[in-house]
């Protein structure tokens, strides 16, 4: 199901070639709950949905960080925070140690999206010139005609669209779906931003063009030392993609950690479970031993006391039902939030 992943040619940046001070975007104790409509679930209380709740990370110049988890945990919720498309409840968003609330509008255009869904997010009635061209002449970069078609040339040809001169006078109708996301992509980067918050951007396209879109975004990223927060529910999609990950759960970051590390030695009981859950490249081997998570992941207006995972964990005690653990490194660049996780590993 997923052996196109074995053909990704992975090219990760080392930790070291990552300066430690250069963080791009830092989230503090982040906080969004929604409130939900009095008398629906809360007899006649105020009741929210707590979507995001103190998560905290850094992203660093050119790094791709990868939040991971269930359908609902907050991921979506995360990444339109950061871009300021939401209020927050409470917490800090810093970009370049500058309050986001607080950032220039040309400091704005630093920070740019890649949005899920190529068939909704291009306007029909533009060429792709216009469609590209549009943020260069919105924030006046370039003014003259000439320099601002050259421009998209080298962005169609930098994401793989080409002869681009073809594609010039095209409009979105006339595109499949993978050129829309390409068109897409080279929007987003036409600005240089340093920093991309990219949710789920292959999702909606065919599974036979996701690792060419997948390959020429990480080589972009590579090529202009762009930081990416890349958001998606697929874990393998996020190996070959991301940097470092975080696993997200109910609002909350439950394990964070470089990549393969986390995946080859994951800590957290529901990390451990996702995992288990990735099919293998080969169609014909098992899945690893399974982790049985009981039930559904409940809803983020009820959240479980203690720590919030208790009721589907099959690790949980009395206790964990009690304590609301906290994340706590367990590694060199390695956090986990269990109380337990040293005697489920056996580490003492
Ligand atoms: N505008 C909103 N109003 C009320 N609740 C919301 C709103 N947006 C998100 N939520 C709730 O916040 C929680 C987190 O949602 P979010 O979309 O961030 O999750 P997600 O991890 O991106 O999920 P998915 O993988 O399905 O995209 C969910 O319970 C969701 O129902
Ligand atoms: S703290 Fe307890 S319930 Fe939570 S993940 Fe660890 S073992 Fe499971
Ligand atoms: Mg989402």
């Known amino acids: 199901m ?41 007899k006649g209380e105020d009741s929210f949905v707590h979507a995001v709740d103190e998560i905290s990370f850094k992203i660093h110049r050119g790094e791709t960080f990868g939040l991971v988890g269930e359908s609902g945990c907050g991921k979506s919720t995360t990444g339109m ?15 370049k140690e500058n309050e986001i609330t ?20 291009l306007s029909p009635r533009f060429s792709v010139l216009n469609i590209i061209a549009e943020p260069l002449r919105l924030m006046k970069i370039l003014q003259d005609e000439r320099e601002i078609e050259k421009r998209v040339i080298e962005e169609l040809e930098d994401v793989g669209l080409v002869p681009a001169e073809d594609f010039l006078n095209r409009f979105p109708h006339e595109l499949s779906g993978g050129q829309r996301q390409r068109v897409g992509v ?9 920093f991309i918050v990219a949710d789920e951007p292959v999702s909606m396209l065919d599974v036979s063009v996701r690792v060419g879109i997948l390959k020429m975004m990480k080589e972009l990223a590579q090529k202009r030392g762009t930081a990416f927060l890349f958001i998606t529910h697929d874990l393998a999609l996020a190996r070959v993609m991301c940097d470092r990950l975080a696993v997200m759960y109910l609002g909350r970051i439950v394990e964070q950690g470089p990549t393969e590390e986390l995946i080859q030695h994951p800590l957290h009981p529901y990390t451990q479970a996702l995992i288990a859950g990735v099919p293998k490249p080969d169609p014909d081997a098992k899945r ?26 099959p690790y949980a005690t009395d206790e964990c039902s009690e304590i609301d653990p906290i994340l706590e490194q367990a590694g060199d660049k390695h956090f986990v939030a269990c109380i337990r996780y040293k005697k489920i590993k056996n580490i003492e």
């Open 288 to 313: 690893t031993e399974e982790l049985p998570i009981i039930g559904e992941v409940p809803s983020g207006i009820h959240i479980p006391k203690g720590c919030r995972f208790n009721p589907r964990c």
């Open 102 to 121: 607080r950032i220039s509008k040309n400091m704005r255009k630093d920070i740019q999206m890649i949005f899920q869904n190529p068939y909704d997010s």
């Open 2 to 42: 997923v052996l196109w992943l074995v053909f990704f040619i992975k090219e990760r940046r080392s930790e070291t070639e990552m300066i430690k001070n250069d963080v791009i975007i830092e989230a503090e104790n982040l906080r969004k709950l929604f409130p939900v409509m009095r008398g629906l679930f809360s």
């Open 81 to 95: 925070l950061l871009l300021h498309l939401l209020n927050r409840t409470s917490g800090k968003i810093f970009f």
């Open 186 to 194: 080279a929007r987003s980067f036409v600005l240089d931003p340093e």
